[in-house]
């Protein structure tokens, strides 16, 4: 298991935009006992294919979900979120939701 640089980078903000020391503490804790990825080519290649793709078809997701996919199929990931919906309209990205 791991997780991608730009899954860190929404964790810290919300941590900083809710202003909570105890929450910080705790995504800090999770994020020291996994690997964190960074982002590299072909993330960079795979992001603009995707985001094309889907504007292309009128359904563009969210610029942080797009570089999020674009790197798990850059490195032939598994994405796991509850946010099936927006993911699935990715081609060619495994996605599992495991709390469903």
């Known amino acids: 298991m791991c997780t991608s640089i730009i899954v860190a980078a929404e964790l810290r903000y919300g941590c900083a935009k809710k202003g ?3 929450l910080s503490e705790r995504v800090e804790g999770i994020l020291a006992e996994i690997p964190v990825l960074g982002f590299d080519v072909p993330g960079d290649v795979a992001y603009g294919m995707i985001r094309a793709e889907l504007e292309s078809k009128g ?3 969210g610029y942080n979900d797009a570089l999020i996919a674009a790197h ?8 796991v979120t509850a946010n099936i919906r927006e993911f699935s309209r990715v081609s060619d990205l495994d996605v599992e939701n495991w709390l469903a």
């Open 72 to 79: 798990a199929r850059s490195l032939n990931a598994i994405i």
């Open 59 to 61: 359904l563009p997701i």
């Open 20 to 22: 909570s020391d105890r």
